[in-house]
């Protein structure tokens, strides 16, 4: 059981947009804590997508996006692609645990 | 481009020693914070644990006591050792950078990571 909640699949047809949300408490995500999403391609390492809740580092489309309202957050990818098929992670802190936390991975189906 | 490699025995006997390497090229391991991250079969991430290239590793609570990191300057590696492992030890073994430069708990990201080294632990 992942400290971070996160739906095991989500789907979409291309062009579509689909929305995986990472739901947390008030130790982690809900106390203040940032929030990144990691995108793990089929039998790659997993690489960072969004890091401080919205942020995109260099390269990376502004299709992604990041939000986060109360103890959640949510990655927001628009207009899907085949090549985004991939398992996505969220992470954040959780200051009772004192470590650095996971959700457990969101398998995103470009239908 | 920095990247990082995993290495080490890919079988381990249970109640013995699970040893890891991650050797960082493409620049240095000097002035950063290096960590291990793993994912048993079924399951989601897990962070090891993290050190930096002098001073006091810091390691997750459900893991003390078994967990041991350091790193070698010299070679531009980190290591880990796990020790008295389980079949709960079995997974995939990340090693990863911390970002940014420095550490602020509630802000830190990992980037890049290595691909990952499947260690199963046998009975």
């Known amino acids: 059981q992942s400290v971070l909640t996160q739906p095991p699949s989500v789907s979409g047809a291309p062009g579509q947009r689909a929305t995986i949300s990472c739901t947390g408490s008030s130790s982690n995500i809900g106390a203040g804590f940032d929030v990144h999403w990691y995108q793990q391609l089929p039998g790659t390492a997993p690489k960072i997508l969004i890091y401080?809740?919205?942020h995109r580092p260099s390269g990376v489309p502004d299709r992604f996006s990041g939000s986060k309202s109360g103890p959640s957050a949510s990655l927001v990818i628009a207009g899907l692609q085949g090549e985004d098929e991939a398992e996505y992670y969220c992470q954040s802190y959780d200051s009772s645990l004192n470590d650095w936390v996971f959700g457990g991975g969101t398998k995103l189906t470009v239908l | 481009q920095v990247q990082l490699q995993e290495s080490g025995p890919r079988l381990v006997k249970a109640s013995e020693t699970l040893s890891l390497t991650c050797t960082v090229s493409?620049?240095?391991?000097?002035?950063?914070?290096w960590s291990w991250i793993r994912r048993p079969a079924g399951k989601g991430l897990e962070w090891i644990g993290r050190?930096?290239?002098?001073?006091?590793?810091i390691y997750n609570p459900s893991l003390k006591g078994r967990v041991t990191m350091s790193v070698d300057t010299s070679k531009n590696q980190f290591s880990l050792s796990l020790s008295s492992v389980t079949a709960a030890d079995t997974a995939i073994y990340y090693c990863a950078r911390v970002a940014p430069t420095s550490i602020n708990i509630g802000t830190n990201w990992f980037d890049p990571w290595g691909q990952g080294t499947l260690v199963t632990i046998s009975s």
């Open positions: 401080a809740i919205t």
């Open positions: 493409g620049g240095s391991i000097s002035s950063y914070y």
């Open positions: 050190v930096f290239s002098s001073g006091t590793p």
